[in-house]
């Protein structure tokens, strides 16, 4: 594969700007990368290092501060930021939304002990799937995080976990300037850290459960002569899955550099690139966690049987002994991903009054989802074997600019600004042969000798973003927000015939274009201080989300029957979200709780048919509304030296306003049904112990039941899961242990079996008999060990 890595001079985005001036507010330590200053690299004489070197109480003071759960003070909306070192508490690789998790609202599973199993990743928040909600990284998007995403990447694919800052997670609707076509239902906002002033190195090396093992290097370069700093950083992960046969595995490097080009300019650089391979976990149905427990999974390594199942199935003979069908099980199922991604961006001062940012980034991805499947045989001349592998094929190369101005004059201060991306995404779904007495390795890359291509497709999107907003300072005490986006997103598709043993085979998937435009989404909010510790806000914000360009999401994923059906009938799902909160903080006590509701129009609702395996187009509907109503809480208070206690309480009652109708009549009787996949009650307690060297916490998490049929006839029941981290930090002059530090993660604590993930293979209108294959099991108590140095 091809990497082209596109640099182009940029700077941050407004809305990490007001993330970062929330932490700052808030006396919580917190990195500068993304302000739109323009820091200068000037040495300050004078200064000796003992002097610049913080005292240890200061040390333990700031330590403790950067543990701290930012809930959003000063803010018009609701919004929390988690701190770089809240997510380096967890074992390295773990994906941070596992950090974000704790925050009231949201919804994150795996069926991983780190979070960065791809497949089973589900975030949710008041309602809104990932595929609903805004993503960036150091302002570049990321795009909507599906699984077979088809315009960005996975934050762990863009950013090593040790070269993460803070993040920033907005409930309701993202600010105006958040580069992102799809944040109906909020906005998470992923930073990375800036190279040190310092040179010095960090290693690290973490050992665990499933013969896990990851190491890590960084080497930062210090202030250069030209004032210049940078970092480069590599690692390398690899794990057995927890349970089943297979492997989990990346390799990813970091690069960033930083340039202040005079007093008034500065320039960044960034570039990342992973290697990602994946086995997969067997979905599960109800029936099969009744029968088989939760340790049923994929039979890879026993070839042998795999081909006995897929005999049986193609004969209509009996399946051996403990096999129901040819569903039960399956030999091997694996997701490689390969990326390249890169930002440059320019932050610019034209006087006191006027700053502003532009910036470029350019992303590549090669990826295959791979399922070894006993639907069809391999071709006798060609290997024979009644299995074949089936794989899903990824290729983006997206590119695009972010800009903005900022003009403060009297009490205002105005900003404008604009994006455009344009991305290139083909996608196609081949078959390749198989051997009669053996398989390639799991992970296994398949290129260049299909047997068959059921369908093949390019697409092309261009998004063009433009807003203006303002804050006004009407009183000391009154703060206004207010301003509007202006999106169009135009979608092109060109679906190809495919092919098998070289003979042409008509496409069933549709070729035509969509567009989605709004041009005026609005924002207002307002917050008024009583006084130092007291605070209300509200704020009502209109979004609109663009189509997917895919053959396996959105409107092109349904039959050239099923689009033609919905000419004249599909638009833009959009959401109304109005809030109403209050916010109280004081030196060791932070409170918050918010009440929305949140109108969702267009609903568009995918129903899966048949197995997952077998791949069918999707039924697209669009089902009207969605209501939303709830109240998040959160509590964050340090109510002794050196101990916190962090809590979180979000009810969401998210229903259907209206039945899915075919041909007039009522197809699925979903009205004030639940929405699938969220639960009503979320609920997290952490207890925390930091001294400066010693630290530790315990965070206990609640889900409530959770539905996976529209009709809401089957669902899993609740859980509550305990996880444990525990860390010393030396303190010495001696060379070898001054920057040590070690800690252990514990998963699962308590060993608990549930259902992690619902809906891997998307929902079903009713499942009575409870069959669907679409549960991933969580997994089991494991531990991890990190050791860490930092040389100086």
């Not at 229903?655 to 007039?664: G, I």
């Not at 699938?676 to 001294?691: C, E, K, T």
């Amino acid at each position: 594969m091809k990497l082209r890595l596109s640099l182009v001079l940029s700077a941050s985005l407004p809305a990490l700007i007001i993330a970062a001036q929330s932490v700052a507010h808030a006396q919580t330590v917190t990195n500068t990368a993304n302000s739109a200053s323009v820091p200068v690299n000037k040495k300050q004489p004078g200064k000796k290092r003992n002097a610049e070197a913080p005292s240890r109480k200061a040390s333990v003071e700031a330590k403790s501060s950067e543990t701290v759960i930012v809930l959003g003070a000063g803010q018009a909306r609701e919004t929390q930021t988690i701190s770089r070192t809240a997510i380096q508490e967890y074992t390295p690789g773990t994906s941070p939304f596992k950090a974000l998790s704790k925050l009231p609202g949201v919804m994150f599973t795996s069926s991983d002990p780190l979070g960065s199993y791809e497949w089973s990743q589900q975030i949710i928040i008041r309602g809104f799937d990932q595929s609903r909600l805004g993503f960036t990284f150091d302002g570049v998007p990321l795009g909507n995080l599906a699984y077979g995403n088809d315009n960005g990447l996975s934050i762990g694919r863009a950013l090593q976990t040790e070269n993460n800052g803070p993040a920033t997670l907005t409930q309701g609707a993202g600010a105006v300037g958040v580069a992102a076509s799809n944040d109906l239902g909020g906005a998470l906002q992923f930073s990375s850290i800036d190279p040190s002033e310092k040179f010095g190195a960090d290693v690290s090396g973490t050992i665990g459960s499933a013969s896990t093992w990851r190491t890590f290097a960084r080497i930062n370069s210090g202030v250069l002569k030209g004032g210049g700093k940078f970092y480069v950083s590599y690692d390398h992960q690899d794990a057995n899955k927890w349970k089943g046969d297979g492997v989990q595995r990346q390799d990813q490097a970091n690069a960033k550099y930083v340039q202040p080009l005079g007093d008034n300019l500065k320039l960044t650089v960034f570039g990342d690139w992973s290697k990602r391979a994946e086995n997969d976990y067997q979905d599960l149905s109800l029936s099969q966690i009744k029968t088989y427990g939760y340790n049923l999974d994929n039979i890879t390594g026993n070839y042998a049987l795999a081909k006995q199942i897929a005999y049986a199935y193609q004969n209509g003979t009996a399946f051996p002994k403990g096999i129901e069908n040819q569903d039960t099980v399956y030999y091997n199922a694996g997701g490689l991903r390969e990326d390249a991604l890169g930002y440059g961006k320019l932050d610019f001062k034209i006087n006191n009054r006027l700053t502003g940012y532009v910036t470029g980034y350019g992303h590549t991805n090669s990826g295959e989802g791979v399922w070894v499947t006993p639907y069809s045989a391999t071709p006798a001349q060609l290997g024979g074997s009644p299995l074949s592998t089936r794989t899903t094929e990824y290729d983006i190369h997206r590119a695009g600019f972010i800009g903005s101005l900022t003009y403060k004059i009297a009490n205002h201060s105005i900003e404008g600004g604009f994006w455009f991306e344009n991305n290139n995404f083909n996608q196609a779904r081949r078959f390749y042969p198989l051997a009669l007495d053996g398989s390639p390795s799991s992970i296994h890359w398949y290129k260049n000798n299909a047997f068959a291509t059921q369908w093949q497709s390019a697409f092309n999107t261009k998004t063009y973003q433009v807003h203006l907003g303002d804050t006004w300072k009407i009183t000391p005490k009154l703060k206004v927000n207010y301003g509007f986006k202006s999106l169009i997103v135009d979608n092109t598709a060109r679906a190809m015939n495919g092919n098998y043993l070289g003979m042409p085979v008509a496409t069933a998937y549709p070729s035509g274009t969509l567009n989605a435009s709004n041009g005026f989404l609005p924002q207002i909010g307002a917050n008024y201080r009583f006084n130092r510790n007291h605070e209300i806000f509200v704020d009502y914000s209109r979004n609109m989300a663009a189509f997917d360009s895919a053959q396996t999401s959105g409107p092109f994923s349904t039959t050239v029957a099923g689009f033609q059906a919905l000419q004249g009938k599909l638009k833009p799902e959009m959401s109304n979200t109005e809030e109403l909160g209050y916010r109280y903080h004081t030196k060791t006590f932070q409170a918050t709780v918010t009440g929305y509701y949140v109108e969702f129009e267009n609903r568009l609702l995918s129903v899966t048919q048949g197995v997952g395996i077998q791949g069918n187009a999707s039924v697209l509907s669009n089902v009207g509304g969605v209501i939303s109503r709830g109240i998040d809480t959160a509590v964050n208070w340090q109510f002794a030296p050196n101990w916190s206690i962090f809590a979180s309480y979000a009810f969401n009652n998210s229903f259907y306003q209206d039945n899915v109708m075919a041909d007039s009549k009522v197809s699925a009787a979903i009205k004030g049904k639940n929405v699938v996949g969220m639960p009503r009650n979320l609920a997290n307690v952490q207890l925390g112990y930091d001294d400066g060297q010693i630290w530790g916490n315990v965070l206990m998490q609640i889900q409530d039941r959770r539905y996976y049929t529209y009709t809401n006839d089957a669902y899993v029941p609740a859980n509550d899961v305990f996880n444990l981290n525990l860390g010393y930090r030396f303190k010495s002059h001696n060379f070898w242990l001054r920057g040590l530090d070690t800690q252990i993660n514990v998963s699962n604590l308590f060993n608990k079996r549930y259902v992690a993930t619902v809906g891997s293979n998307g929902f079903i209108n009713s499942d009575p008999s409870g069959t669907f294959q679409t549960l991933q099991a969580a997994a089991p108590r494991m531990v991890f060990f990190t050791i860490r140095k930092h040389f100086n």
